[in-house]
């Protein structure tokens, strides 16, 4: 027992270093596997205070770049403005609306925390769910999709965004209307997605629009980016090419979360279709 | 002893505001990405209890992983890095000489021992940490070639700064 004991205290650094190490790996994989259940991160109200208040800084040495986006945004909307359209019919009668139904609502939100270096990347946004914030909302700017909401505190949530080894989203060609999958390409760049799994028959062209399905979290046909790359291989059963993304990561200032009305009924019925099977 | 205790202190907070608010923006081409807060972990006096080295690395390391949200990987790192320091130091250096000079800074060791010591944790560190954070061997290469060159960012950040309080040392 003595000698245990000396034998111990005399190669004490090792014993200590897998005390310490065993720890900290536990609370490693326990993160990987249950998603952040910890409290160890960016919504957390402490660093969340933090992050807001040296965003607020940042968010002045970019107010330039923020106004020039702003300023073409309202010229684009101000285009589509009724009084911008010469009418000329003179008759002109009411119609009470019951065809159209709001299905999608947005709601804008800053993002404090932010990043686009690392193999799995997340956002941290000023709104949580005091402002109507939900896990699973799809997040997108006007520029594109940004990624999904995963976790909501009451003033904060942490985006998981398109640049993450986790992150599908359905997507389209925007031309001939062919269904695949959008993910983050291998290599870690900020700037190139890869849209997978398009059927053998679509021919696309380099340089084409892909956009959203509408078969996932958001409305159809927002941008994701271009076509930059074809690599066909011969004999495969689908397609994959690379997509310059249409959203700069690390320029992000203010996105969207959607909100889709009727998620809750659908995902239901899909549910109900599943168990019933 | 307190004086050691409050520049520690003060050390700590610094670099992790480094690191958190400048650092971590940073990145070369998706390549090199500096993990410059290890500093603390280096600079620790020689004469700092094994416990509490392991302590301080895992505590420092749970800081920067709650700003990450990366919970428990740059712990991991730290600690062993800790570990490393520990051997490293126990086989270059002879403990009794230094009763008024307890801290392995460039000023007091060296420059060629401090490049020698700073690369090697370096190293060890950032190849634990990136291959963590990869959780798989399929792209290696990819890992090593970010490991080396972080490391070569983060001992060029660590160089400065030891030649920027060298100098003042000097002066007084």
């Known amino acids: ?277 | 002893m307190s004086r050691n205790i409050i520049i520690n202190l003060i050390r700590f907070l610094v670099l992790v505001f480094i690191q958190v608010f400048l650092l971590k923006n940073i990145s070369l081409y998706n390549f090199s990405t500096p993990y410059f807060y290890i500093l603390f972990i280096l600079l620790l006096p020689f004469e700092t209890p094994n416990v509490l080295l392991f302590a301080l690395a895992f505590i420092l390391g749970l800081t920067i992983d709650a700003f990450y949200d990366t919970p428990g990987l740059h712990a991991a790192a730290c600690v062993i890095l800790a570990f490393v320091r520990i051997i490293f130091i126990s086989i270059t250096v002879q403990k009794d000489g230094f009763d008024n000079e307890p801290e392995p800074t460039l000023g007091i060791m060296g420059l060629r021992w401090f490049i020698t010591y700073a690369s090697v944790l370096t190293l060890v560190h950032h190849f634990f940490l990136f291959n963590l954070e990869a959780f798989s061997l399929s792209q290696l290469e990819f890992t090593i070639s970010r490991v080396l060159l972080s490391s070569l960012f983060t001992v060029f950040l660590m160089l400065i700064s030891g030649l920027l309080f060298f100098k003042r040392k000097e002066r007084k």
Request: net charge positive; with cysteine.
């Open chain 1, 1 to 277: 027992m003595r000698n245990l004991l000396i034998f111990i205290t005399k190669y004490n650094a090792f014993f200590l270093f897998i005390i310490f190490e065993v720890a900290s790996l536990i609370i490693y994989i326990k993160y990987n596997s249950f998603q952040k259940a910890s409290f160890i991160n960016s919504s957390n109200e402490v660093t969340g205070g933090f992050y807001a208040k040296m965003s607020e800084f940042n968010s002045y040495l970019k107010l330039k770049e923020e106004n020039d986006e702003l300023a073409r945004e309202n010229s684009r909307l101000r285009n589509q403005l009724k009084s911008s359209f010469y009418v000329d019919t003179v008759n002109k009668h009411k119609v009470t609306d019951t065809i159209y139904k709001r299905q999608y609502e947005y709601i804008v939100a800053r993002v404090i925390n932010n990043s686009t270096n690392h193999a799995n990347n997340y956002l941290t946004i000023n709104k949580g769910s005091q402002q109507g914030i939900a896990k699973g909302m799809g997040v997108m700017c006007n520029l594109g999709i940004v990624g999904k909401v995963i976790i909501v505190s009451e003033h904060f949530s942490v985006i998981q965004s398109l640049l993450h080894k986790d992150s599908q989203f359905s997507a389209m060609l925007a031309n001939n209307k062919e269904i695949g999958t959008i993910e983050w390409g291998d290599d870690l760049n900020p700037h190139k997605g890869i849209l997978k799994d398009v059927s053998n028959n679509a021919v696309p062209k380099v340089g084409e629009q892909v956009v959203t399905s509408g078969y996932s979290l958001f409305p159809t046909g927002i941008p994701i980016g271009k076509i930059s790359n074809l690599h066909t291989k011969a004999g495969g059963y689908a397609l994959n090419m690379e997509v310059a993304l249409a959203v700069d990561f690390s320029k992000l200032q203010y996105v969207d979360v959607i909100n889709n009305k009727f998620a809750t009924e659908q995902e239901g019925l899909e549910a109900q279709q599943k168990k019933d099977e």
